[in-house]
């Protein structure tokens, strides 16, 4: 798979350009891309990353061929198992790490595409967009974070029902449900997502981290738990220098600048 990155000030854009493979991924792309995601959330430069794709894809999740390839050499378990064992730990960065992910989906998005796609922060899409998880018709059980995922934007049920009718959503369709946050043209959407991506990115850094892992804990775990939980992260934002600039800005009547 070919990646192209573009920096616009804090905000990455990292575009999957291999339209002719539906931008699909192997083991190789699988790595790929992760290495790229993972040093761009390394770079402290780095606030916010739109990821897309190009085409009428934003990613098809994994290469059914090679799945053919890898079922007639009897390596179809450990394929599996490499792309998972790569794309799991990212999206748990993905939803713990301070940087601000956007999801610019300017077609389709389904297996672990979507679930890339639903790892982000926030998702703009196209009207057009085809949101589908295309297990079922592989004889496969859902994958990519998607039956934990989908349902903290649209509700078990609705969950339930994606799955077992094989629906696809479309942009509007994926908006009405909440699977997505904004629609707009083809035109505005990489803007409108390095817009959202700069806006979210403004906040500090401890701000951004711990507001994502919060707000994931929190589906899952007691009320006194959470307060525990809420209670750590608070203390140790409250010793940091944003803390401090961010009480001076106040007290001066301006607009904080955080590292």
């Excluded at 990353?49 to 390596?75: K, M, N, P, Y």
């Excluded at 942009?171 to 991506?197: H, I, P, Y």
């Excluded at 507001?211 to 934002?237: C, G, H, N, V």
Aim: proline fraction near 2%; charge should be negative; include cysteine.
């Amino acid at each position: 798979m070919v990646l192209e990155v573009e920096r616009r000030e804090s905000v990455a854009i990292v575009t999957l350009s291999a339209e002719a493979a539906r931008n699909a991924f192997n083991s190789d792309s699988m790595s790929e891309i992760s290495k790229t995601l993972n040093n761009l959330m390394d770079d402290p430069d780095i606030r916010g990353i739109v990821l897309t794709g190009t085409g009428r894809f934003f990613c098809a999740g994994a290469d059914i061929e090679e799945f053919q390839r890898s079922i007639e050499d009897g390596r179809i378990g450990p394929l599996v198992d490499d792309l998972t064992s790569v794309l799991h730990p990212l999206q748990v960065r993905m939803r713990t790490d301070s940087t601000i992910l956007i999801a610019a989906v300017n077609g389709a998005a389904a297996g672990g595409g979507l679930g890339l796609a639903l790892a982000c922060d926030a998702r703009v899409a196209v009207a057009d967009a085809k949101l589908a998880a295309a297990f079922f018709k592989l004889g496969l059980s859902p994958d990519g974070g998607s039956t934990w995922l989908l349902p903290r934007l649209v509700g078990n049920q609705a969950t339930r029902r994606f799955f077992f009718n094989d629906e696809t959503w479309n942009g509007e369709e994926a908006l009405e449900k909440g699977a997505v946050d904004e629609v707009v043209s083809q035109d505005e959407l990489v803007n409108r997502a390095v817009e959202l991506a700069s806006d979210w990115g403004q906040w500090s850094k401890i701000s951004r981290s711990g507001t994502k892992q919060l707000l994931d804990a929190s589906t899952s775990t007691f009320f006194q738990t959470q307060l525990e939980f809420e209670q750590a992260l608070i203390i140790a934002a409250s010793q940091t220098d944003d803390f401090a600039e961010g009480v001076n800005a106040f007290l001066e009547k301006r607009e904080p600048e955080f590292d």
